[in-house]
């Protein structure tokens, strides 16, 4: 049993930075992308960041490139999601998301990934 669970959630100031830590285990890690996505207060969820399975290659949403940075330890089992100049447009519950099939996926795609953290709570205050 796949199971992710977040970390690293909480309440910042505008311009701010938070770091979130998703830790994974039930399967190999390594042989697999992970992806980070978030849903605001009445929106839809979206992508965020994703990255592949050995850590050199990642990909990012328009409204966070540039401000957000993905990485991964492999040893550790955990993804990462580096939040920089962060704004209230920003709040929304994040979730890490592990695919369902190894090697390249198409990484925006909700329908990609299988399982799915429990969310951690971004709140941006202005």
């Known amino acids: 049993q796949v199971q992710l669970v977040e970390s690293g959630g909480g309440l910042v100031q505008a311009g701010g930075s938070l770091r979130l830590s998703c830790t994974a285990s039930?399967?190999?890690?390594?042989?697999?992308?992970m992806g980070w996505f978030r849903r605001a207060p009445g929106k839809e969820r979206e992508f965020v960041a994703a990255?592949?399975?050995?850590?050199?290659?990642?990909y990012y949403g328009d409204s966070v490139k540039g401000r957000f940075n993905i990485s991964r330890d492999n040893a550790e089992n955990t993804v990462y999601l580096q939040m920089n100049s962060l704004n209230p447009e920003d709040t929304a519950v994040y979730y890490c998301a592990g695919p369902r099939w190894m090697g390249a996926i198409t990484y925006s795609d909700q329908g990609e990934y299988e399982f799915w953290g429990q969310g951690t709570q971004v709140t941006v205050s202005s």
């Open positions: 039930g399967r190999t890690f390594s042989n697999y992308a």
């Open positions: 990255i592949n399975w050995r850590g050199s290659s990642t």
